[in-house]
């Protein structure tokens, strides 16, 4: 051996082998995933989705840059997962959403749920959701305005509606079931998207696909969004069951509002949910609870958004309650 | 009797690409004496041997250079005929410094007087064949170098009814003890009815991953008549399925409990290289002087597994497999899940030495570590059922009590966590600061205590 070859020998602590995994690739894996229902967004509600997507995603990842220069930590924005906050941010958007006020929200996310914790990592709460929270209390009235998918009517300008979800909690905070409710939000436009509602929550089946491939890609797992959708179908078949007249059918409760979306790419949001599986499954199963009862009985039409919130506070308290048996012991460690 | 499927799997674990095929088909081939030995004299777990010759002293192959130094320790014999050049301190192929004997050999490789054969150890008093593998120098081959003859003296109240043979060779690269199956299937199924027989076990398999279904087929051949419970176990490849305590569940289902042994179980765990050496020193009374190495990587010109004397250096190794080529980043010494990487070349092969593995710089390259985003991945791997993520956060912010209260000594650094994070933390690192914090912070309190005993 050569004299230069010896010092040039590296030592390090064994492994030395790894996987190949990063968290920029899981990041990228997550932006791969939403292209689907970024296009079904795009079929949707037309150029809006493309507005708002990029100026959540560019504010993200300049509050980013910004943030870690002032507070003179090392700059991150390269393991994407600013743009990740960004584009799920504009997921959880009216179409309609002035640009500024969507700014306001990729602030918040940003800055305050993720920077000031510490950044990736550090956050309790899903940023994305804290920064539609914020927009939710900041600016209630165009939170809640929906316009008709564009494949309504092409070319016009954007008709202000309402939700499905929506629809019927207004109705019933009159007393009645919505007229033509399930005439005016068939099914199908469920399924496919074609509905109002946030611009990345609407199509199912676009959702879906990003989530098989999520699942493929081991970003993430079953137990959650089997637990959050295994919920909302029990719960909300029962009160159907109950009383067919005053509870949507659970197809209803699965399809529409946020459940896809919040089920597939924020109850599976590995820092701010449990690490082990099981853990996993009762985060999913405590948001499908909150949901179904935010839904029913609260305020809101809408119930995913604070029940996940809700649980990413738990989340330590259930990492806690589902540590794994260490091996060669009876049970679990208190 | 023939193979059966364990029963048990392991939990977690993680599946590296084995890398073996640069080397499994390639006989083993005896290395030549190279032209200067380095002999360690701590090749094993415990006290470190005490070197018994001195700078000009003519050795004899087989002659003893270290005696052991306490219950737990082993002999080191001279891997060959020459003259003692040194004794000194010096880097060792564990990247530690102990006593080396440095051996000029005289190209005669005469031996020592051997022991006498034992033709039939099956009459042989237990005691007697344990006494001649602790005279023989056998260590644990599989890598941890726990001497043999300890594992082989349970004391009185734990019995042992069965032996498990090792031969998973889980970690990637290695070949080494697929070719001894395959090349000296019946020394190691005689070593293994050796070690049964000292024991007195009923029970006696030998572990083989189903990755190596020709080795699996030459013990099977081996055993073929054999009595009493035997047969070859296949297990599911996945790493660490070799760790012994994994080992004993996947065959057995019982788990070794925390803190304990495996005759805790009833259970021995022995390599297949230890068994065959089990096997030469009782019945052609050899002592323990060569071993298999499968030298092996992708900057390695032509990967071979060698029949090498301990005590040749890992640079003489490489120079037999055509050198070095390519830009070489790192040198382990072992498989690269729980190998160590070399400093520096010019030391001498373990009897634990089981790979050298020259990997490029490409493949050595060191990332900076990001914070945990909690993905979990290591959960999943733990085989020992832990959350490395957190216990590397307690342990990052010197919370050591809580590291404890999570069991952090309950850890087997087999690596599976750190394989698999994505923010590539030093979570084998933590581990070890961790476990040996709680260790030492743990004989303080209890030193602590028996001095208020004392007062009292």
Sequence with gaps: ?334 | MTAIRAPFRIRGGVHPHDSKSATSALPVETAAVPPRLLVSASQHLGAPSKPVVKKGDAVLRGQVIAEASGYVSSAVHAPTSGTVKSVTSMLTATARHAFVVEIEPDGQDKWVEPLHPMADWTSAAPRDLVNRIAAAGIVGMGGAGFPTQVKLSPPPGKSIDTVIINGAECEPFLTADHRLMLEQSDAVWLGARIIRHILGASRLFVGIEDNKPDAIAAMEKAMAGADGETGVIILKSRYPQGAEKQLIRSVTGREVPSGGLPMDVGAVVENVATAAAVAAAVTRGVPLTERVITITGECVKNPRNLLARVGTPISWLIEQCGGLTGSVGKVISGGPMMGVALPDLDVGANKTTSGVLAISRESARQFGSEPCIACGRCVIACPSGLLPCTLSEHIEAEQFDDAERISVLDCIECGACAFECPARRPLVQHMRQGKQTVLTRRRAREAAARGKEERK
């Design chain 1, 1 to 334: 051996m050569s004299a230069p070859e010896k010092t040039a020998l590296a030592v390090s602590s064994s492994p030395h082998a790894h996987s190949g995994a990063s968290v920029r690739g899981i990041m990228m894996d997550v932006l791969v995933a939403m292209i689907p229902a970024g296009i079904a967004a795009f079929m949707f509600f037309g150029w809006n989705a493309i507005r708002l997507i990029l100026v959540c995603s560019a504010t993200s990842v300049l509050a980013e840059w910004a943030t870690r220069r002032i507070m003179k930590r090392e700059a991150a924005i390269d393991d994407l997962s600013a743009v990740v906050t960004g584009v799920l941010l504009a997921f959880n958007l009216p179409p309609s959403l002035p640009s500024w006020m969507a700014a306001v929200g990729a602030f918040a996310a940003v800055v305050i749920a993720k920077q000031v914790y510490g950044g990736l990592g550090y956050n309790v709460f899903n940023p994305a959701l804290v920064g539609r929270t914020v927009l939710l209390i900041s600016f209630p009235v165009a939170m809640t305005t929906w316009t008709m998918p564009s494949l309504y009517c092409a070319g016009m300008d954007a008709v202000t509606t309402a939700t499905p979800l929506g629809a019927w909690k207004t109705a019933w905070s009159a007393g009645a079931a919505p007229e033509g409710f399930f005439a005016a939000f068939p099914l199908s436009g469920l399924v496919t998207g074609n509905r109002p509602g946030c611009l990345g929550e609407t199509s199912a089946i676009a959702l879906g696909l990003g989530a098989i491939y999520l699942l493929l890609r081991r970003c993430i797992y079953w137990h959650a969004p089997a637990g959050f959708f295994g919920a909302v179908a029990v719960i909300s078949a029962s009160l159907y069951a109950l009383d067919p007249a005053r509870n949507l059918p659970p197809a209803y409760h699965l399809l529409s509002g946020g459940l896809f979306l919040g089920a597939f790419f924020m109850a599976t949001d590995m820092v701010t949910t449990p690490v082990t599986r099981s853990g996993q499954l009762i985060f999913g199963l405590g948001c499908g609870l909150l949901t179904m009862v935010i839904r029913r009985w609260g305020g809101y039409p809408e119930g995913v958004s604070f029940s996940i919130l809700i649980m990413n506070s738990l989340t330590p308290l259930i990492n806690r309650a589902t540590r794994p048996r260490v091996f060669g012991t009876r049970s679990k460690l208190a």
